[in-house]
């Protein structure tokens, strides 16, 4: 997921490491806030990608500074992760969600529309799940598991209505 806030923030000038995890904790900081050492590896498999360039500057005081931009190849793999089904284990599920929800600028008005189609129908399924175990007459769910599994329930309902407004746009 960190490689698809690192190409979104690159793709309109090139930035050091330091400057895109700066940019990344200003525009996602409320739900990621990635370290140096989780950035720099995503770097590494983007430049094998061949999804970005690097292009080292020395300063004048012979201090080498790296410069990341995005390649056209970037562009479709930035598409390919994006799309890249998102994980099935809920709670993964919503921080990539909110990283795509973030970064659909980059994608064409159909892309956005299949995107929204696609993860409003994965939201269906976390809230038809959570529905039946709030309804299992067998699973015996204290008070605190009941009032979490309602509060993530409103928490999808809440999802979802955003996803239907974000399809009237």
Do not use: C, W
């Amino acid at each position: 997921m960190i490689e698809i806030l690192i190409l979104y923030i690159i793709h309109k000038r090139e930035k050091t490491i330091y400057s895109i995890r700066k940019e990344i904790i200003e525009i996602f900081g409320a739900f990621t806030k990635p370290s140096i050492g989780t950035i720099y590896p995503a770097l590494k498999r983007l430049l094998r990608e061949k999804a970005v360039a690097v292009n080292d500057i020395m300063s004048e005081g012979g201090k080498k500074s790296s410069y990341y931009s995005i390649t056209k190849r970037g562009l479709e793999y930035f598409k390919e992760l994006f799309f890249n089904g998102g994980s099935d284990n809920p709670s993964v599920f919503y921080t990539q969600l909110q990283s795509r929800l973030g970064t659909m600028g980059l994608l064409s008005v159909e892309d956005r529309k299949r995107f929204i189609s696609d993860f409003s129908k994965k939201m269906e399924i976390y809230q038809f799940e959570i529905e039946n175990r709030l309804n299992d007459e067998f699973l015996e769910l204290d008070y605190y598991q009941n009032q979490l599994l309602t509060r993530t329930l409103k928490e999808i309902k809440s999802l979802k209505e955003y996803l239907n407004a974000l399809k009237a746009d």
